[in-house]
């Protein structure tokens, strides 16, 4: 069975960082585009990053404005493992949320257009709070 798996949530302090990893079993992510999404309680789910496996990263118009500048995404296509991070710098109350990574295996083009994912995470919780 193929799936996605996130870790590093947790709660942290406003402005401290925090890194989140997705891990793949059943999945040879190298060729799949990944996105990094959250929701907010009471909100819908939004998109954050995406980046291809050809090393392109995307901003989602989603959260753009709030996170461009302090989220990043990385990914590492060693053989047969592909480690996945989310980094979240000057973390803010508002950044609270369930953080889901998710894997496609479209073309870029409708990674970014049409957010066409294919497996998704269970999700990791993030909260921002004194």
């Known amino acids: 069975q193929s799936r996605l798996v996130e870790s590093g949530g947790g709660l942290v302090q406003p402005g401290g960082s925090l890194r989140l990893s997705c891990k793949a079993s059943?999945?040879?992510?190298?060729?799949?585009?990944i996105g990094w999404f959250r929701q907010a309680p009471g909100k819908e789910r939004e998109g954050l990053l995406c980046?291809?496996?050809?090393?392109?990263?995307?901003?989602?118009?989603?959260?753009v404005d709030s996170v461009k500048g302090r989220f990043t995404t990385s990914r590492d296509n060693a053989k047969n493992t592909v480690d996945l991070q989310l980094q979240m710098n000057s973390l803010k109350p508002e950044d609270t949320a369930v953080y889901y990574c998710?894997?496609?295996?479209?073309?870029?083009?409708?990674?970014?257009?049409?957010?066409?994912?294919?497996?998704w995470g269970q999700g990791t919780q993030v909260t921002v709070s004194s």
């Open positions: 980046s291809s496996s050809s090393g392109d990263i995307f901003h989602y118009g989603d959260s």
């Open positions: 059943g999945l040879a992510l190298d060729n799949f585009g």
């Open positions: 998710a894997a496609s295996r479209s073309t870029w083009s409708r990674v970014i257009v049409s957010y066409d994912f294919h497996y």
